[in-house]
């Protein structure tokens, strides 16, 4: 398993913004901007799964550097998904092109929650080996780790997969809150060994992803969920650098996530920045948020939007915020046209850097 020194990237705008300096320019980066919607990893993953794409360090790290050539993004986000882990330590589950992440034994009783194996960072040393490649090739570019939130990874293993209504899941929380809380024990103890390796490997931020938690409302986040994130951030702190926390529809909890302890919180496309850093309060950078599909949109309102959302970055950092990200309110969509994500980022960095 690979170790490196950590980097002195002093003057990366993408760490700068996030520790609450002033960046020469606006720093941005795509969630899913690794591959996805590009022709050349399409051609690289032809005929290989996701999690084998996952568990091969050289693909993991050509994966990772194929936006940062071609779209001269501020940050890469390491090719990875969120159930690596829990595939790494043992939990029998694929990614099912089209469905997702499919768990062959969903969790669903407070024995299946004892059975469940821990991870030993050994497990993952594929990706911290990708790790140290990535480090090699990206020079002064920032590297973004990454884990699932425990409340995330919970909803596709009680489910068994990706679940629209998370039906299962609340009903776990709700009636058996007791077998809840351990699983998400079980689960931050993993997020956490998996963020620990990650550091240790090198990466230059990590990002906690609770993709899934827009699905609570604020009183079963604050009793079901934060107190294991927030786990998360305080085992993650002495690493001195940038953690960040996102998730999807999550503009009523905004204010609960700010709490969970991170330094960056992402906003997802429908709450304006300058609405979020009030539910956040100060002291915080933010990141986001322009909405995915806005790409789809032609450059006339790209334009309209990338301005709108700098403008309302600015009102922001005057409210508060310590930083602003610029990034999309959620991941990249597959069929974006490529050279519209690069003109996008283009036009970001043309825009004069807040103060």
């Known amino acids: 398993m690979s170790t490196h020194t950590r980097r002195k990237l002093t003057d990366a705008p993408f760490l700068v913004a996030a520790t609450g300096g002033v960046p020469r ?30 568990f091969d360090p050289e693909l993991l790290c050509e994966i990772t550097m194929q936006p940062i050539r071609r779209h001269d993004v501020d940050a890469a986000i390491l090719f990875s998904d969120i159930v690596v882990p829990l595939k790494a330590a043992g939990i029998d589950l694929d990614i099912v092109p089209g469905v997702g992440p499919v768990v062959a034994n969903p969790v669903r009783t407070t024995a299946d929650v004892r059975a469940l194996p821990r991870l030993r960072a050994e497990e993952i040393g594929a990706v911290t080996d990708g790790i140290g490649l990535l480090l090699d090739e990206l020079g002064e570019v920032p590297l973004i780790g990454f884990a699932g939130a425990p409340f995330t990874l919970a909803s596709y293993l009680v489910e068994g997969g990706p679940s629209k209504n998370h039906e299962r899941t609340k009903a776990m929380m709700l009636a058996d809150p007791e077998t809840w809380h351990q ?26 992803f609770d993709s899934w938690a827009g699905a609570l409302t604020l009183a079963q986040y604050r009793e079901f969920v934060l107190p294991h994130s927030e786990r998360v951030f305080l ?41 979020a850093v009030r539910r956040v309060g100060p002291g915080k950078a933010l ?21 709108r959302i700098a403008r309302e970055a600015d009102a922001a950092l005057a409210l508060g915020a310590t930083g602003h990200i610029f990034n999309l309110g959620h991941g990249v969509l597959p069929n974006t046209d490529p050279a519209v994500i690069t003109d996008t980022v283009a036009l970001i960095h043309s825009l004069p850097s807040p103060l």
């Open 287 to 307: 990141q986001g948020n322009l909405d995915p599909a806005v790409l789809f949109a032609g450059p006339a309102a790209i334009d309209s939007e990338v301005r």
């Open 25 to 54: 320019r606006r720093p941005v980066w795509f969630m899913r901007q690794a591959g996805r919607s590009l022709p050349e990893y399409r051609e690289l993953r032809a005929g290989i799964g996701m999690l084998e794409s996952c």
């Open 235 to 275: 085992e993650t702190a002495d690493a001195g650098i940038p953690r960040i926390h996102f998730g999807v529809g999550t503009g009523e909890l905004l204010g609960a996530m700010g709490e969970a302890g991170a330094d960056v919180v992402g906003v997802d496309w429908r709450v304006p920045l300058d609405t």
């Open 183 to 208: 699983l998400l024990g079980v689960l931050t103890d993993i997020t956490i060994e998996t963020l620990r390796a990650q550091i240790g490997a090198g990466v230059d931020a990590i990002q906690l």
